[in-house]
T-cell receptor
């Protein structure tokens, strides 16, 4: 089944403890992106990647890192999480930067205490 | 600038009736795609329907249809024969081919289907 897989679905962590949210797609998509969703603010882009080893900042990159060493994987790294990073996170992919359709992962609900 | 406006924060519809969720957009791009996503309470984003800016016919996917009026820059979602499982948040979104790294979302409409 063609899909974007995020793990974990739910995570509660403490301030300052490094964490990684994994994202993997099995559709050979070139373009991948991370979003966070917050009440009243909608979905905001964190980082995106046009292909392997090509990443760039979105609208809210502060406090996050990403890497794209393989085409299928695009992990989101929080080096020192803070409570304001409590949010619902989505990974998404599309065939290419020019192709419209986005496939979203199931989301990761992160709570930082 | 590109912007998506969904003016209905919440709506109710009776089961088995049709409902229209409004979406207007603002873009200076000529080539773009419009999307609708459903987000149930479990949180995942489910793709419903897509309309390309050059598509002359309105898109349809089962009970979902997109009423695309390009001159008015509107892309309303029509759900026919509402079901209880349609209760969810619905987001309108747009992506332009020349501004591809931007996927703009509206603020969403919370639909409640009443039995």
């Amino acid at each position: 089944e063609a899909q974007v897989t995020q793990n974990p679905r739910y995570l509660i962590t403490v301030t300052g403890k490094k964490l990684t949210v994994t994202c993997s797609q099995n559709m050979n998509h070139e373009y991948m992106s991370w979003y966070r969703q917050d009440p009243g603010l909608g979905l905001r882009q964190i980082y995106y990647s046009m292909n392997v080893e090509v990443t760039d900042k979105g609208d809210v990159p502060e406090g996050y890192k990403v890497s794209r060493k393989e085409k299928r994987n695009f992990p989101l790294i929080l080096e020192s999480p803070s409570p304001n990073q409590t949010s619902l996170y989505f990974c998404a992919s599309s065939l290419s930067a020019e192709y419209y359709g986005y496939t979203f992962g199931s989301g990761t609900r992160l709570t930082v205490v | 600038a590109q912007k998506i406006t969904q003016t209905q924060p919440g709506m109710f519809v009776q089961e088995k009736e049709a409902v229209t969720l409004d979406c207007t957009y603002d873009t200076s791009d000529q080539s773009y795609g419009l999307f609708w996503y459903k987000q149930p309470s479990s949180g995942e984003m489910i793709f419903l329907i897509y309309q390309g800016s050059y598509d002359e016919q309105n898109a349809t996917e089962g009970r979902y249809s997109l009423n695309f009026q390009k001159a008015r820059k509107s892309a309303n979602l029509v759900i026919s024969a509402s079901q209880l499982g349609d209760s969810a948040m619905y987001f309108c979104a747009m992506r332009a081919v020349y501004n591809f790294n931007k996927f703009y979302f509206g603020s969403g409409t919370k639909l409640n289907v009443k039995p």
